[in-house]
């Protein structure tokens, strides 16, 4: 094993977390397939990585602080490679903690502090829009708002 590698990898971590795979793909880059498949299951073992774990904080600071729906938060997991049956264990464990009904009232709440409640059709689809891009089902949108789309008459 390559100990400039696996020297890499700590400072890597030292900056950040990283999920198995991300931090895979990076010494992949950096030194080849065999030692990055080496080094990996060894900082498993020792606790500097644990996908779950990362999962779960990654995900709660998208909720917590970029108010993330659920589909946008399983996009983002998935794309940092990490299986889903952690995406499912974390959203789960998400649910109890930070809800998405929640996260989305907060949301449309700092919509409305700062610009007022929606007072025309497009307004209206700016707000919609800004839930969707964020992440949240349709279906939580649509009930969500639809106090909005009754004062507007539609």
Sequence with gaps: MSSSLYDYAIRLLSR???GSEELRR???????LEEADKIIPRLEKIG???DEEYAYRRAKFRREVRRW???RIVQDLT???LNARIVELTLGKLAEECPEAQS???V???WIKSSGPPKSISQLKKLY???IRLGYPSELVRTGLQEYFKEIGW
């Excluded at 990076?26 to 080849?32: D, E």
């Design 16 to 18: 950040r977390s990283y």
């Design 26 to 32: 990076k010494l992949h880059r950096r030194g080849g």
């Design 48 to 50: 500097y990585l644990n």
């Design 69 to 71: 729906g659920n589909h």
């Design 79 to 81: 794309r940092l490679g």
């Design 104 to 106: 989305f009232q907060q």
């Design 108 to 110: 449309t709440q700092a």
């Design 129 to 131: 829009d800004r839930c």
